[in-house]
């Protein structure tokens, strides 16, 4: 693990140089360059956190809580994940309303995934009351 | 497992080190081409390499975001 933080770190020193470079003449190629060390880190990083989410689901199931529950919560981790790198591409171009209907649309729908949630809350309250 | 696990990482980073090599040569290969195209006075031409090189990038980008949001829904359940 702490090999490949090393590995990216100076990646992304020579990234940072390189997108320097080419933006003098070719701006976009920059940008595409910058989005392109993103995903290239995140797939990285992404590759190692499966061991995490495992440990997770082991507790989770040890704890003897539904499995069910910890569905939704992982799957609105994803889409954060998701929107947030897509509004920070589109902040990087500069289309800032882009990104902010990005964000909007991400809000909401993670706020559809987790309702289901808190309705069992509710039902959980409503049955001990 | 140790040893198991660092050659596969690294095989993994060295792979994607070369798409952020590639679209660096890519952009310095199409500034240069434009200089070249403009100094000799064809700018439709000098435009024209511009547009294919942000084209051929961003078809790379492209492929790999895909390749990031898939790594992201088996991740996360989706």
Do not use: W
């Not at chain 2, 596969?8 to 090599?21: H, N, P, Q, S, T």
Request: glycine fraction near 10%; charge should be negative.
């Amino acid at each position: 693990m702490e090999a490949e933080l090393f590995r990216i770190a100076v990646i992304g020193i020579v990234a940072a140089i390189l997108a320097v470079i080419i933006s003098e003449k070719k701006p976009e190629l920059g940008l595409l360059l910058g989005l392109a060390f993103g995903i290239v880190v995140l797939v990285v990083a992404f590759s190692k956190a499966g061991a995490i989410i495992e440990v997770l689901e082991d507790t989770v199931s040890k704890a003897g809580i539904d499995g069910n529950l910890l569905v939704p919560v992982l799957k609105v981790t994803g889409m954060a994940y998701v929107t947030q790198f897509s509004v920070d591409a589109c902040r990087d171009v500069g289309q800032n309303s882009i990104a902010g209907k990005v964000e909007t649309v991400g809000k909401i729908m993670m706020l559809a995934v987790a309702v289901p949630i808190a309705t069992s809350l509710i039902r959980i309250i409503s049955s001990l009351i | 497992m140790h040893g198991g696990i660092v050659p596969c990482a690294g095989e993994e980073a060295g792979m994607d080190v070369d798409l952020i090599f590639k679209i660096a040569a890519i952009g310095i290969l199409v500034s240069i081409l434009n200089i070249v195209l403009s100094k000799s006075g064809r700018e439709e031409m000098a435009m024209m390499t511009t547009l294919a090189g942000v084209v051929v990038v961003l078809l790379m980008v492209a492929k790999e975001i895909v390749n990031l949001f898939n790594t992201v829904k088996t991740l996360f359940g989706f």
